[in-house]
């Protein structure tokens, strides 16, 4: 009854924007710690590689805890997309005539992209995942052997731009939602307004830099 | 000074309108907004013509009527300021204002810059008030209610209904109007009761009203003529998600 509820009523897909979003904020950010390991050399990151396929070993299979994390991510995407989807359909129907004059003062760059921005990181997920997980479309995937994908990857310009502006959309998406998040979820007050921004923001930083590490890395020869 | 409106005019609820040019000459920098529209509809009324529809009651910033949507801004470039309020001093002679009613399809335009906003009506009946009866007011000492309380709740109280909030927002959201009234009678003793069947009802005609979702961009809250405070919809939204939880859905 209270789940039918919260589905149907537009606080409730908020709800649960708010709380899918901040799982993949914290999968991204181990995701980000993760990827610093391709600066301890190929035979570190390839191991740290292959334990993510051992954890909760011996209690479950080989893989098995890999698959529920992505069956749980992949859930929460879908929620969260279809969330996004359905309430802004009706947000464009509750304004079907602009302004002549349009202004939207107190809207910064990051809430404005939240839309089309969203958008983007979903086709760049699509590709990220074909290029480093599945390696469809990577000539130099060999499973095992994420390291030697990476650094071959980085070599080509137009990917280090696609993984730029994949990540520095994915910064901008957290600046707006990790406190927008903060503030469906009724965990905002006045009094730690600011701390949440402030904790928004650097989560944003840090995720966007820490990803941003890799490609530079690989271009500057320091990974190689 | 002389001035450059640009109004939305619009004949009836489906006819199709359009921005009109009219050029205001020799207004004093100490008029209100509304009466330089007096100025124009008396001009236009001599000359044969419809008058601009524009609704208007108190002037004096305490009823909300008036609504009008001046240079993309509800009530205009100042900050907790109605219409009503707005003097010509807070523009420039020579400049081009554009005036257009709300913008949101709860809230049709009924003529010009009039529109319907009975939909805040309704979803004020549906939990805006209290059931018990409160008789005259009541011994101020009976009921002790802690001063953060009777802060929080005056501040929300403040709302005049006007629904610059719903113009302002990008989405036509409503979320700041409930959660002004929500925040009002959900942190008062008297509100206790029915704190949970409140915000349920509340939101569901809110969002059966067909207004937009809050994407928590600030814009009602920077155009609320009270500065009601962004604050209350994380509010509202602790409010309702703790009803649901409570089971009273």
Known sequence: ?224 | MNLTLRIWRQPGPDAGGSMVTYQVSDVSPDMSFLEVLDVLNERLIRAGEQPVAFDHDCREGICGSCAMVINGRPHGPEQTTTTCQLHLRSFRDGDVIDVEPWRARPFPVIKDLVVDRSAFDRIISSGGYITSPTGSAPEAHSILVPKPVADLAFENATCIGCGACVAACPNGSAMLFTAAKVAHLNSLPQGQPERESRVLSMVATMDAEGFGGCTNTGECAAACPKGIPLSSIANLNREYLHALRAGRA
């Open chain 1, 1 to 224: 009854m209270a789940v039918r509820a919260l589905w149907d009523s537009t606080i409730g897909k908020k709800t649960v924007m708010a709380v899918t979003g901040l799982m993949m904020v914290a999968f991204l950010f181990l995701h980000m710690l993760g990827n610093l390991k391709i600066f301890f050399g190929a035979t570190d990151f390839n191991a740290y590689a292959a334990w993510l396929r051992t954890i909760g070993e011996p209690f479950l299979h080989f893989t098995w805890y890999l698959w529920i994390q992505r069956v749980v991510l992949a859930v929460a995407l879908v929620l969260h997309i279809v969330s996004a989807w359905q309430l802004s359909r009706r947000d464009r129907r509750a304004r079907p005539v602009k302004y002549a004059h349009g202004l939207r003062p107190q809207a910064s760059f990051a809430t404005h992209t939240m839309r089309w921005g969203g958008v983007i990181i979903a086709v760049f997920l699509i590709w990220h995942l074909l290029d480093l997980t599945v390696g469809a479309v990577n000539p130099n995937f060999v499973p095992g052997k994420p390291y030697q994908a990476v650094v071959a990857d980085f070599q080509v310009w137009w990917i280090n731009i696609v993984y730029i502006i994949g990540v520095v959309m994915v910064g901008l998406h957290i600046n707006h939602g990790f406190w927008s998040a903060a503030q469906t979820l009724g965990v905002n007050r006045p009094v730690r307004d600011v701390a949440i921004r402030a904790t928004g923001t650097t989560v944003a930083l840090l995720i966007t830099l820490g990803f941003l590490t890799v490609p530079i890395g690989v271009m500057t020869g320091l990974v190689h």
